[in-house]
């Protein structure tokens, strides 16, 4: 299998592990970590957003049923994002990649909007404070020289001590290739890979995540082949005391690539955001344009399922706008119900 076509089969796996009027106050997105969030964007028949609808234009169904919207924000209310980059060893000589993806997002933001850069690999690091777009200035960001280490989940985890007094929604936007350590330590020990519903410390992660109530994108590269996934490949490993005592996994390598995109992707679902993945790294910059005309344009809603049971099954969503010849795109069709939610 190309690595190409491992990164084609994470979605397909994916899909068949989930079977995937007046101004709101900013104060309506303090919710309880039971609520579904959903970001939705409405356009018209010519394809423009749509952004004068108002809380009594949406309809939320889980499974068919209707369901009470908790809360509801307007695609004009302010938002803060967090853009935050993997600095790990896989990033050497992205740096340009990773400043024009920043910039590009920069460009396309609102001016009520706010940003705030950081980096990540074994330390989590301020690149850029809080801080809105002025008269089209830019301000300077640099990057740190990459490290021996990815802390994708703990980087996250806790993020909301970090937002300090933003107001408003906010949003996080991770560039990563979402191999991280922790799980990489776990899959070595075991001499495999658990399934995401069996793994108790992403478990736990995904339960802070969820009461975070912050959509998580993710610009999700290549694994660097070099480093940590040719060792899984390698007779070194399979030949190590340390694989013997485990799983014995035959396809070790493939399954570690595979189980963390499988754990993004289910980031961005608990959260409310989504993956998306450039065919080349030249095309980061475009996907940031892209989330930053998403996140300009887009409704978050919110809603308590009125049968909150932990049944462990899949549930579908469906957002309606009452408006007629309007096209609703929501960030979220269905979730598994459980305790991570």
């Given at each position: 299998m190309t690595y190409r076509h491992l990164l084609k089969f994470c979605t397909?796996?994916?899909?068949?592990?989930?079977?995937?009027?007046?101004?709101?106050?900013?104060l309506q997105l303090?919710?309880?970590?039971?609520?579904?969030?959903i970001e939705v964007i409405v356009k018209d028949a010519n394809g423009r957003p749509v952004l004068d609808l108002t809380r009594d234009d949406f309809q939320i169904y889980e499974d068919d049923k209707v369901q009470k919207t908790s809360y509801f924000a307007l695609a004009d209310t302010p938002r803060s994002t967090m853009l935050i980059f993997d600095r790990s060893g896989s990033a050497e000589k992205q740096d340009p990649f990773m400043l024009g993806a920043i910039k590009v997002f920069m460009q396309t933001m609102r001016?009520?909007?706010?940003?705030?850069?950081?980096?990540?690999?074994?330390?989590?690091?301020?690149?850029?404070?809080?801080?809105?777009?002025v008269n089209g200035q830019q301000p300077r960001v640099s990057m740190p020289p990459p490290q021996d280490w990815s802390g994708v989940y703990s980087s996250i985890d806790g993020v909301g001590r970090w937002f300090g007094k933003e107001k408003g929604r906010k949003a996080i936007i991770m560039l990563t290739d979402g191999n991280d350590s922790e799980f990489y330590s776990d899959v070595r020990r075991l001499g495999g890979v658990?399934?995401?519903?069996?793994?108790s410390l992403f478990q736990g992660y995904l339960k802070n995540f969820r009461k975070q109530k912050v959509p998580v994108y993710f610009v999700a590269l290549d694994p660097d082949l070099r480093a940590e996934f040719a060792y899984l490949q390698s007779s070194e490993y399979r030949g190590s005391n340390e694989y013997l005592r485990g799983i014995r996994s035959p396809s070790i390598a493939e399954d570690f690539v595979i189980g963390a995109r499988l754990r993004?992707?289910?980031?961005?679902?608990?959260?409310?955001g989504r993956v998306v993945v450039p065919t080349h790294i030249a095309d980061v910059?475009?996907?940031?344009?892209?989330?930053?005309r998403e996140l300009g344009t887009s409704y978050s809603l919110g809603y308590a399922p009125s049968n909150a049971a932990s049944d462990g099954k899949y549930h579908r969503i469906e957002v309606r706008v009452i408006r007629p010849g309007v096209e609703v795109?929501?960030?979220?069709?269905?979730?598994q119900r459980n305790s991570s939610g």
């Amino acid at each position: 299998m190309t690595y190409r076509h491992l990164l084609k089969f994470c979605t397909v796996a994916l899909l068949g592990a989930i079977h995937l009027s007046a101004q709101e106050p900013a104060l309506q997105l303090k919710v309880d970590s039971a609520v579904v969030p959903i970001e939705v964007i409405v356009k018209d028949a010519n394809g423009r957003p749509v952004l004068d609808l108002t809380r009594d234009d949406f309809q939320i169904y889980e499974d068919d049923k209707v369901q009470k919207t908790s809360y509801f924000a307007l695609a004009d209310t302010p938002r803060s994002t967090m853009l935050i980059f993997d600095r790990s060893g896989s990033a050497e000589k992205q740096d340009p990649f990773m400043l024009g993806a920043i910039k590009v997002f920069m460009q396309t933001m609102r001016s009520t909007d706010r940003v705030a850069v950081f980096s990540f690999a074994r330390e989590f690091e301020v690149r850029l404070k809080w801080q809105g777009i002025v008269n089209g200035q830019q301000p300077r960001v640099s990057m740190p020289p990459p490290q021996d280490w990815s802390g994708v989940y703990s980087s996250i985890d806790g993020v909301g001590r970090w937002f300090g007094k933003e107001k408003g929604r906010k949003a996080i936007i991770m560039l990563t290739d979402g191999n991280d350590s922790e799980f990489y330590s776990d899959v070595r020990r075991l001499g495999g890979v658990l399934d995401i519903a069996k793994d108790s410390l992403f478990q736990g992660y995904l339960k802070n995540f969820r009461k975070q109530k912050v959509p998580v994108y993710f610009v999700a590269l290549d694994p660097d082949l070099r480093a940590e996934f040719a060792y899984l490949q390698s007779s070194e490993y399979r030949g190590s005391n340390e694989y013997l005592r485990g799983i014995r996994s035959p396809s070790i390598a493939e399954d570690f690539v595979i189980g963390a995109r499988l754990r993004i992707e289910k980031i961005a679902e608990v959260t409310g955001g989504r993956v998306v993945v450039p065919t080349h790294i030249a095309d980061v910059a475009a996907e940031y344009a892209k989330i930053a005309r998403e996140l300009g344009t887009s409704y978050s809603l919110g809603y308590a399922p009125s049968n909150a049971a932990s049944d462990g099954k899949y549930h579908r969503i469906e957002v309606r706008v009452i408006r007629p010849g309007v096209e609703v795109t929501q960030s979220r069709y269905g979730y598994q119900r459980n305790s991570s939610g």
